[in-house]
């Protein structure tokens, strides 16, 4: 019943070792997102995709890039993680850009920690 | 650029009363849409109510409405009959398709529901 899914739900990588999240959607949208949340605060996007069209956050951090495979599949790849970078990643996905007919749906979030 | 503010970073409710809940807003766009999301402990966020800014009518869903004032830039969220299951933080979103598409969270308010 999902509809955008997130893999893993909790992930556990080293200081500095390279980290690939994933997330799928069966919506057939348009738009794939990706946020960072960190504990009690708003989500932040990092980069959105519209069909393969790649757009960055310009305060987005050289060390996150993504990848988009196809329609369905969106992944954040983390190059060298730090410590800074323990938080959850939500995947969201839009049929186009945001308007109250086309709101974004979330996955269920991956939690990253960073040893 | 467009903010969003939420005053009440934390706020209880006993179960079946009623809570308000606070957003204003900055834009100089006319045409725009706000979104109440709901993010549950460790649970996936989803949308709980939308309203378009060209509507005056305030939006109603179920137990959920809104209190749109669109000169005074505010866009609360009432619950009424609140339930246990309520309890989540709570986020003000905002996007406009001439500044950007993107979404504007506001720093969530924490509810608790009190049994």
């Known amino acids: 019943d999902a509809m955008v899914i997130q893999n893993p739900r909790y992930q556990v990588t080293q200081f500095g070792k390279p980290v690939t999240l994933s997330c799928s959607q069966t919506?057939?949208?348009?738009?794939m997102y990706w946020y960072q949340q960190k504990s009690s605060q708003a989500p932040k996007l990092l980069f959105h995709?519209?069909?393969?069209?790649?757009?960055n956050e310009a305060d987005t951090p050289d060390n996150f890039q993504s990848r988009r495979p196809n329609t369905s599949f969106c992944f954040l790849d983390i190059r060298s993680p730090g410590l800074g970078d323990a938080a959850m990643y939500l995947c969201?996905?839009?049929?186009?850009?945001?308007?109250?007919?086309?709101?974004?749906?979330f996955g269920d979030g991956t939690r990253l920690s960073i040893l | 650029a467009q903010t969003v503010t939420q005053s009440q970073p934390e706020m209880s409710v006993q179960e079946a009363e009623t809570v308000t809940l606070s957003c204003t807003y900055d834009?100089?766009?006319?045409?725009?849409?706000l979104f109440w999301y709901k993010q549950p402990p460790s649970r996936q966020m989803i949308l709980v109510i939308r309203?378009?800014?060209?509507?005056?009518q305030n939006a109603t869903e179920n137990r959920f409405s809104v209190n749109f004032q669109k000169a005074a830039k505010s866009f609360s969220l009432k619950i009424s009959d609140s339930q246990l299951g309520d309890t989540a933080m709570y986020f003000c979103?905002?996007?406009?398709?001439?500044?950007?598409?993107?979404?504007?969270f506001g720093g969530g308010t924490r509810l608790m529901v009190k049994p």
């Open positions: 834009t100089s766009e006319n045409n725009y849409y």
């Open positions: 995709y519209y069909d393969k069209d790649f757009n």
């Open positions: 309203q378009e800014a060209y509507k005056q």
């Open positions: 979103a905002f996007t406009a398709p001439n500044a950007g598409n993107m979404l504007t």
């Open positions: 919506l057939n949208h348009n738009v």
């Open positions: 969201a996905t839009s049929r186009g850009y945001v308007t109250s007919n086309q709101p974004q749906h």
